[in-house]
């Protein structure tokens, strides 16, 4: 059931000052909802949109007070047996990837088990980066076996492309260049075999659409592999023609660029615009200099459409502040505004995605399966992207305060059950890759 959550995680503690700051905390008032607990460490309503210096509570205050101690003794000590505990679980359920009804892709099977052993992997547990080969291995076996799914989608995601981008990066990081290349050529050949399965996708979005090529793209090139600039900027060529060709048809109300998926136009970073613009801020190098106004009007429309509350709507014309996801919410614009502040030098965009924050430790918490796109997993990563933007401590704070909630016995029992429990995106896994970037962001 949904509701407050217990402090259980600090049990251990109960013989440190830290343990009756959460105590007292965790009596502070607390709001019941379907959708998220209650955070026992928000006393108040959070700070107002407009302040990006100090997006803190007192309570909050009171953690970074005693965050020295908290981190030593709570998150250390949990590390281990959280890493243990996914690999186990992980590997149990997909062992070498013999199981024919595993899907192959990142969002729900194989492709997503190899992505999150690699992770551990780079967090220096012994043994993940076998079983993220191993894992990506048999993703690419399941390409074959599965051949009714093979060309169904075109994006990292969903699609054949997440399993090559997924496998050159395990190579990749296990120094075999000569797979890597073998595998990026493959996810290339991908676009270049057949480009119309590119040009007429009926969709632009990350998750279905051309941004999930290109992101898959994005995510190769960011494990050193190289990818023919002309390839990424024929992809993005057409994202920019289809933006305009929607903003036209919504008439003038519309930013410059504007998408739609099954005749809405969304705003989130797995369905929409946020997500788009995402992609093309990471490609800016083969956006045309006559495009780049229009990426930028459209993020600060975008970042003028938010509710008072500093969240997004699902979708433009819907009025309802109810999802705070990746998928929908401010969640997945955070990412998004942090890499258009950085690349405009706009603090009001920064600005935008701290307002995002707030919204998060609020009502963050989700009762959902502590996944990626849906889930607390991806609302904590949010967390984290903010800190590296800001450098603000609070905001890494928060995200390990997120993390301490993740693994209390309330969290654990309580939350929703998912129908992919092991994936990346909707299963637990990607809790325990969020618990290991948050021990690792200084
Ligand atoms: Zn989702």
């Given at each position: 059931?949904?509701?407050?959550?217990?402090?259980?995680?600090?049990?251990?503690?109960?013989?440190?000052p830290?343990?009756?700051?959460?105590?007292?905390?965790?009596?502070?008032?607390?709001?019941?909802?379907?959708?998220?607990?209650?955070?026992?460490?928000?006393?108040?309503?959070?700070?107002?949109?407009?302040?990006?210096?100090?997006?803190?509570?007192?309570?909050?205050?009171?953690?970074?007070?005693?965050?020295?101690?908290?981190?030593?003794s709570?998150?250390?000590?949990?590390?281990?047996?959280?890493?243990?505990?996914?690999?186990?679980?992980?590997?149990?359920?997909?062992?070498?990837?013999?199981?024919?009804?595993?899907?192959?892709?990142?969002?729900?099977?194989?492709?997503?088990?190899?992505?999150?052993?690699?992770?551990?992997?780079?967090?220096?547990?012994?043994?993940?980066?076998?079983?993220?080969?191993?894992?990506?291995?048999a993703?690419?076996?399941?390409?074959?076996?599965?051949?009714?799914?093979?060309?169904?989608r075109?994006?990292?995601?969903?699609?054949?492309?997440?399993?090559?981008?997924?496998?050159a990066?395990?190579?990749?990081?296990?120094?075999?260049?000569?797979r890597?290349?073998?595998?990026?050529?493959?996810?290339?050949?991908?676009?270049?075999?057949?480009?119309?399965?590119?040009?007429?996708?009926?969709s632009?979005?990350?998750?279905?659409?051309?941004?999930?090529?290109?992101?898959?793209?994005?995510?190769?090139?960011?494990?050193?592999?190289?990818v023919?600039?002309?390839?990424?900027?024929?992809?993005?060529?057409?994202?920019?023609?289809?933006?305009?060709?929607?903003?036209?048809?919504?008439g003038?109300?519309?930013?410059?660029?504007?998408?739609?998926?099954?005749?809405?136009?969304?705003?989130?970073?797995?369905?929409?615009?946020?997500?788009?613009?995402?992609?093309?801020?990471?490609?800016?190098?083969?956006?045309?200099?006559?495009?780049?106004?229009?990426?930028?009007?459209?993020?600060?429309?975008?970042?003028?459409?938010?509710?008072?509350?500093?969240?997004?709507?699902?979708?433009?014309?819907?009025?309802?502040?109810?999802?705070?996801?990746?998928?929908?919410?401010?969640?997945?614009?955070?990412?998004?505004?942090?890499?258009?502040?950085?690349?405009?030098?706009?603090?009001?965009?920064?600005?935008?995605?701290?307002?995002?924050?707030?919204?998060?430790?609020?009502?963050?918490?989700?009762?959902?399966?502590?996944?990626?796109?849906?889930?607390?997993?991806?609302?904590?990563?949010?967390?984290?992207?903010l800190?590296?933007?800001?450098?603000?401590?609070?905001?890494l704070?928060?995200?390990?305060?997120?993390?301490?909630?993740?693994?209390s016995?309330?969290?654990?029992?309580?939350?929703?059950?998912?129908?992919?429990?092991?994936?990346?995106?909707?299963?637990?896994?990607?809790?325990?890759?969020?618990?290991?970037?948050?021990?690792?962001?200084?």
């Amino acid at each position: 059931m949904p509701g407050a959550l217990a402090p259980e995680t600090t049990q251990h503690l109960s013989s440190s000052p830290t343990w009756y700051l959460l105590k007292w905390s965790a009596t502070a008032e607390m709001a019941a909802s379907a959708r998220y607990f209650a955070n026992p460490f928000l006393q108040a309503p959070s700070s107002s949109s407009s302040s990006s210096s100090s997006p803190s509570s007192a309570p909050a205050q009171a953690l970074v007070a005693a965050w020295p101690e908290l981190e030593a003794s709570a998150m250390d000590a949990t590390a281990r047996a959280v890493r243990k505990e996914t690999a186990r679980m992980v590997w149990e359920t997909y062992g070498d990837g013999d199981d024919e009804n595993h899907h192959f892709g990142v969002y729900t099977g194989l492709a997503g088990a190899a992505l999150a052993f690699l992770h551990m992997a780079a967090a220096g547990v012994s043994g993940a980066s076998s079983r993220a080969r191993k894992l990506a291995k048999a993703a690419r076996r399941a390409l074959k076996t599965q051949p009714g799914r093979k060309r169904e989608r075109i994006t990292f995601h969903e699609g054949e492309p997440g399993v090559w981008a997924v496998s050159a990066a395990v190579s990749a990081v296990a120094g075999d260049d000569r797979r890597a290349w073998e595998y990026t050529q493959e996810l290339i050949s991908f676009y270049t075999d057949a480009p119309t399965r590119i040009r007429d996708a009926d969709s632009d979005e990350i998750l279905y659409g051309r941004a999930g090529y290109l992101l898959a793209l994005l995510f190769v090139e960011s494990f050193g592999c190289s990818v023919d600039e002309q390839v990424k900027a024929d992809v993005v060529t057409c994202i920019l023609d289809s933006g305009r060709t929607c903003a036209a048809r919504a008439g003038d109300s519309s930013p410059p660029l504007m998408y739609a998926w099954h005749k809405k136009r969304y705003f989130g970073a797995a369905h929409g615009l946020s997500g788009i613009l995402y992609t093309l801020l990471r490609a800016w190098s083969v956006v045309p200099d006559a495009a780049r106004a229009d990426v930028r009007a459209t993020i600060d429309w975008f970042a003028a459409s938010r509710f008072e509350s500093g969240n997004w709507p699902s979708s433009m014309g819907n009025s309802k502040d109810r999802l705070v996801q990746w998928c929908h919410g401010a969640p997945g614009a955070i990412h998004m505004l942090c890499e258009a502040a950085a690349r405009f030098d706009a603090p009001q965009l920064l600005d935008a995605a701290v307002a995002g924050g707030d919204v998060i430790w609020e009502r963050g918490v989700l009762t959902k399966a502590p996944g990626l796109c849906h889930g607390l997993a991806g609302n904590g990563f949010a967390l984290l992207a903010l800190h590296r933007a800001t450098g603000v401590a609070i905001w890494l704070v928060r995200a390990r305060a997120f993390l301490l909630l993740a693994n209390s016995p309330s969290f654990v029992e309580g939350h929703e059950t998912s129908d992919n429990p092991c994936s990346l995106y909707q299963g637990t896994p990607a809790r325990r890759s969020c618990h290991v970037s948050g021990l690792r962001a200084a």
